[in-house]
């Protein structure tokens, strides 16, 4: 047995075929090279009992068909047999993602091995990764990161920008944005990692209770349901009053009026406040105390001129402040009075304001602010009627003249059965 190695234009090979340039340096124009054989992709198709790494130049591609072992022979140049099918070996002039779009033949998967792959533009980033049993895709822009899906003319849009809230959005021909779960999975409102708002599979919705019983269950704990801003309305056939029973679920009356009005409180009379002597102030809020004439559960106190509510039910508040402002002529001066009753020191429940322009009724210039409200009060609750001037002085010439007249003001509650 015999070893050895073959050299050509070499006296000393070292490898099993060693072949070395006749030219390695200068201007010779004599060709140097290894011409691979060249054969068109029928031959290449044609080839039987082809051995592992077998390499060949194809020269001609409109001969043949991209099937069988030449079903990667779509292109002219160098091919190596992988055992099963000829295999493009790769130049730099090849197509590759960088350079070229192309298609898919099949599913495709990229190994990442823990490392995340990242499509950036400057300091804007699209990117894709795991992190421990977690996958991430993310979008990251200097000043926004936005998500956006499009069907046809219809586009949804999830995106932050900095120092701004996080927004999720439709435009475009979507006709509705909706939230929801497939399931019978409820869905929950999160601030500061605590549920405040569960909507439940039944369609129940509870504000401070992930279990609510009720189309709307409120568990409001220490801090009462306020509504605000609310329009008044005198009691008719066309409204009907609600109640609460003993587990705070609201029902409505079955009758829709009330029954008989029963007067227990009438106040009224009393002497003239007089701005001017300094008995109210401008800008203050004044509980306006009236002379008792009817207290028949004896709940009006005409010493502070508080009504403190005898029992739990439906009362009708009735309130009515007179200022009057005579001296002067009329100029475009002016003040205001606000008027109206206050429940339980929570601010104003009912109230009105009045513009009073100096001179403009000359000797007869009064103003009435008139207050009504049905409520449901609770026993042990406070309400009282309040006035408050502005710009008090703009009302007369002489603030002795500005005076709340409480002979001819008002406070009456009346218990609805």
């Given amino acids: 047995m015999v070893f ?11 490898s099993t075929l ?18 691979i054989p ?3 992709r029928q031959r290449a198709q044609s080839m039987t009992s082809i051995p592992t790494s077998t390499l060949i130049y194809v020269n ?14 779509n292109t002219i140049g160098y091919y190596s047999f992988d055992g099963s ?8 002039s090849d197509v590759n993602i960088y350079n070229s779009n192309g298609t898919l033949t099949g599913a495709r998967v990229v190994t990442t091995g823990g490392n995340p792959l990242f499509f950036t533009n400057g300091s804007n980033n699209v990117n894709m990764g795991t992190n421990g049993n977690m996958s991430i895709v993310g979008a990251v822009g200097s000043s926004r990161g936005a998500f956006k899906a499009t069907g046809g003319a219809a586009n949804l849009n ?7 809230p996080a927004q999720v959005a439709s435009d475009g021909t979507s006709t509705q944005l909706s939230i929801g779960t497939l399931t019978g999975t409820p869905v929950n409102i999160k601030t500061n990692t605590i549920d405040r708002v569960t909507v439940t599979s039944a369609g129940n919705v509870g504000i401070g209770t992930a279990t609510p019983n009720r189309v709307l269950e409120v568990s409001a704990n220490s801090n009462p349901i306020r509504m605000t801003n609310l329009p008044t309305a005198s009691i008719s056939a066309s409204l009907q009053p609600l109640g609460i029973d003993a587990n705070g679920d609201i029902y409505k009356s079955a009758s829709t009026t009330f029954g008989a009005a029963s007067l227990i409180v009438d106040a009224s009379g009393g002497s003239d ?3 001017g002597a300094g008995q109210f102030a401008d800008q203050s809020t004044n509980i306006l105390i009236l002379n008792e004439n009817t207290d028949t559960q004896n709940a009006y106190n005409p010493a502070t001129g508080l009504f403190t509510v005898p029992a739990d039910g439906w009362y009708l508040l009735f309130a009515r402040i007179r200022l009057e402002a005579t001296g002067g002529t009329f100029d475009g001066a002016m003040g205001t009075l606000v008027g109206g009753i206050i429940i339980n020191g929570a601010g104003a429940f009912t109230s009105s304001t009045i513009p009073v322009f100096r001179g403009a009724n000359g000797a007869f210039n009064f103003s009435d602010s008139n207050n009504h409200i049905t409520v449901w009060l609770k026993q042990g609750q406070t309400v009282f009627p309040f006035f408050n ?5 703009n009302m007369s010439n002489n603030n002795n003249n500005i005076k709340i007249r409480r002979l001819f003001s008002a406070f009456q509650v009346y218990k609805l059965q």
């Fill in 38 to 40: 060249r054969v068109d």
């Fill in 4 to 14: 050895s190695q073959t050299g050509i234009n070499t006296p000393n090979p070292t």
């Fill in 85 to 92: 099918a000829w295999v493009k070996i790769n130049t730099g």
């Fill in 60 to 73: 001609n591609i409109a001969t043949g068909t991209q099937t069988g072992i030449a079903a990667n022979i």
């Fill in 18 to 35: 060693d072949i070395t340039a006749k030219n390695a340096t200068g201007t010779s124009t004599t060709v140097d090279g290894l011409l």
């Fill in 389 to 393: 001037t502005t710009s008090t002085s």
């Fill in 273 to 275: 406040l007089v701005f």
């Fill in 158 to 164: 999830l995106f932050v920008d900095d120092n701004f």
